[in-house]
């Protein structure tokens, strides 16, 4: 009896507010104002006999039987939503919003080896996409405010499913006042830390590299500078010397004099697995389908295959 008179809009309110811990931030995801939302969920409340939130902490936090009534809220809404995918489906349509987290150290080389030709391809698809680091991207896919991320993978989380896109190589980029741009290629043991400049704590590409030169010890140097922009590392790279590490697709459109500083790896090389990640409960099945096919395509052959050699993985 309790179910009657309870609405998909309401179970959307409380998910909006788990979600963002703060009333009038989940009124403005919803598009409501905040009093809207507010009596609607207080209204839940009353029906149901039972405090969904308790607004006196700071943020905002579930009760017991709150977190309970808004694991049920996600798995109704969810199913409602597959309603509309099935008749997407039965009329054959591509359309809709697709909602996507990216890595940094992969949004500014990807996005436009695709994107254009997707929403051409596709122009009733509205294709949102969001810079995040891997952590943020992976407690967006948990609350559903992502349909999908792209990370680097294998990420150890069961409730995940990963589709793979391609391997990318690390290549060095070397200043010419360093000792190793005298090499036509570089062993992860050549790299010193006095010389290597990182992206900052948080980012997946700074644990990658860090993985590759392992072997070396941290050193104090006069100097440390930790961004969270390949580019501003090469910049430093090119005006104080050293080292850093970029993947594959940040070296494509490199100018040649910036070309001449790319240093490969001996073989076996380090490379990073980059697949597309989706909750086990994900919806937009074709539209997920559509968009892994197109980026799969918009990929250098040289990139996405790895023919010769033994592959390392560093996660």
Not at 125 to 153: F, N, Y
Not at 165 to 182: M, N, R, T, W
Request: with cysteine.
């Amino acid at each position: 009896m309790y179910f009657r008179g309870m609405t998909i809009i309401q179970f959307e309110y409380i998910i909006a507010v788990d979600n963002h811990r703060h009333f009038g931030k989940a009124a403005e995801a919803c598009f409501v104002t905040q009093p809207t939302l507010s009596m609607q969920i207080q209204k839940l409340e009353d029906q149901l006999g039972v405090l969904i939130f308790d607004r006196g902490k700071h943020p905002v936090a579930p009760t017991e039987i709150g977190r309970r009534i808004i694991a049920q809220a996600r798995m109704v809404v969810s199913d409602a939503k597959k309603i509309g995918e099935i008749i997407a489906e039965e009329k054959g349509e591509i359309a809709g919003e697709l909602t996507v987290g990216i890595i940094p150290s992969l949004s500014p080389y990807l996005l436009p080896l695709f994107v254009h030709n997707f929403i051409e391809k596709y122009p009733k698809v509205t294709l949102v996409v969001k810079e995040l680091i891997t952590e943020e991207v992976i407690k967006a896919l948990h609350s559903e405010t992502l349909d999908l991320g792209i990370i680097v993978t294998p990420y150890d989380d069961t409730s995940l499913i990963e589709k793979l896109l391609f391997y990318e190589d690390f290549k060095g980029y070397v200043s010419a006042k360093s000792p190793l741009f005298q090499k036509d290629k570089i062993e992860a043991g050549d790299i010193s830390h006095e010389e290597l400049w990182l992206l900052n704590e948080g980012h997946c590409f700074r644990d990658q590299v860090l993985n590759i030169c392992q072997s070396n010890p941290l050193t104090d140097t006069h100097f440390k500078y930790e961004s969270g922009s390949l580019e501003a590392l090469k910049k430093i790279v090119d005006r104080h010397g050293g080292l850093t590490l970029l993947p594959e697709l940040a070296t494509l459109d490199l100018d040649a004099n910036d070309q001449s500083k790319l240093r490969s790896f001996v073989d076996p090389k380090p490379v990073r697995d980059v697949s597309m990640v989706m909750h086990k409960s994900y919806l937009k099945q074709k539209l997920v389908e559509v968009l892994h096919q197109e980026i799969l395509q918009s990929i250098p052959d040289y990139i996405s295959v790895k023919k010769n050699g033994e592959v390392i993985k560093w996660k």
